[in-house]
């Protein structure tokens, strides 16, 4: 039985022998005392590389997107995002349950809105109306294939902020995608917002773990939250020192994992049975439509599981294939064997 492949996520990731001997020796202490100086270290050093005042360590990109609700809103306001971002998509409606806040959606392009977009959605400050209170901008994308939100874009959304009294937070859960790819650093890329969150457990490799970083009274807010979701750890430097690795050892690698999308991205267009927005193609997300051939999403990634390759099904017609730490050359080759075999 060929090995098989594995490119529903980034997520699937086994941390490597060096990492786990990294968590192995770790320090550690009680994380809800602030003992732990691992996590301590892990907090300092991505709040420096955010180019942030301070950063708190939680169990994941959803919490971490959760708090970040919470501390910008009350409920019954209105937060603007793009139609396809995953704290509306794919977090379980938790901004309804856990923020009580009206996500209103804006359609991008790519992922990519402007500032003239969001400002014809603003409320005009009469009591009729939710209030305005936050811009959410995620990067990259993930829906959208793994697209990048261009930072001019972002400064303007930073100047309408400020007009307006709006907060900015920026979902980077893949944010180091975003660097790698435009060799422009993640704290300036996190410097129009008000608050950041990034994610150690995709690209990075990573087994688990999310920070969210701001000002020094955002990040004491969002320890309360953390507390109140249930998301304090004890001896947390055990899967905090994997996240050290991994931004010490798996950053720069990240451009292999924007190379092989490409390639596979580039196959997938020659196939008859399916239809792909190459341009999409920026980080280490391929999206493709299998409307062309008539199926489905679900039965493509049934077709491709029954021959060594996973993928996720992604809307009706629409498959995702994500290239990480796990995935080689010669794996992306033998995905596109099975593609072409199974559907040219
Ligand atoms: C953009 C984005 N934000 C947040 C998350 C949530 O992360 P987690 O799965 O760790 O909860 C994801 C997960 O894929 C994501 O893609």
Redesign the pocket.
């Known amino acids: 039985m060929p090995e098989i492949i594995d490119l529903r996520s980034d997520?699937v990731t086994r941390p490597t022998p060096d990492m786990r001997r990294v968590m192995f020796e770790a320090e550690v202490g009680d994380d809800v005392f602030g003992d732990d100086p691992t996590v301590n270290r892990l907090q300092e050093r991505v709040a420096d590389l955010l180019g942030k005042e301070a950063a708190l360590y939680a169990p994941?990109?959803?919490m971490v997107?959760q708090i970040a609700l919470v501390c910008h809103t009350s409920p019954g306001d209105e937060v603007y995002c793009e139609a396809g971002c995953?704290v509306l998509n794919?977090e379980s409606g938790a901004p309804a349950m856990l923020a009580g806040v009206l996500l209103a959606t804006i359609q991008g392009v790519r992922g990519v809105f402007n500032a003239e977009q969001v400002e014809e959605k603003l409320r005009p400050p009469d009591h009729h109306f939710p209030p305005s209170r936050l811009i959410w901008v995620?990067n990259t994308h993930?829906r959208a294939g793994g697209t990048i939100f261009p930072l001019e874009e972002c400064h303007r959304l930073r100047r309408l902020a400020d007009e307006r009294g709006l907060g900015l937070h920026l979902?980077g859960?893949?944010l180091w995608n975003a660097a790698a790819a435009t060799g422009i650093p993640e704290r300036e890329l996190a410097a129009p917002f008000d608050s950041v969150n990034v994610?150690l457990?995709?690209g990075l490799g990573a087994p688990v773990g999310?920070l969210i970083a701001g000002s020094v009274d955002f990040i004491n807010r969002a320890h309360r939250f953390r507390k109140r979701f249930g998301g304090g750890m004890r001896q947390a430097g055990i899967i905090a020192a994997a996240g050290l690795y991994a931004l010490d050892h798996h950053r720069e690698r990240l451009i292999e994992d924007h190379r092989r999308p490409r390639t596979l991205a580039e196959a997938v267009a020659e196939l008859p049975a399916f239809s792909i927005d190459l341009e999409a193609v920026a980080t280490n997300i391929v999206i493709f439509d299998s409307a062309p051939g008539g199926l489905t999403g679900e039965e493509i990634v049934e077709r491709l599981k029954a021959d060594g390759v996973l993928a996720t099904y992604f809307g009706r017609t629409m498959v995702r294939l994500v290239t990480h730490l796990d995935v080689d050359d010669a794996g992306i080759e033998r995905a596109i064997d099975v593609l072409r075999r199974n559907f040219g």
């Open positions: 997520t994941s990109g959803t997107n995953h794919f995620e993930n979902d859960a893949r994610c457990s995709k999310s």
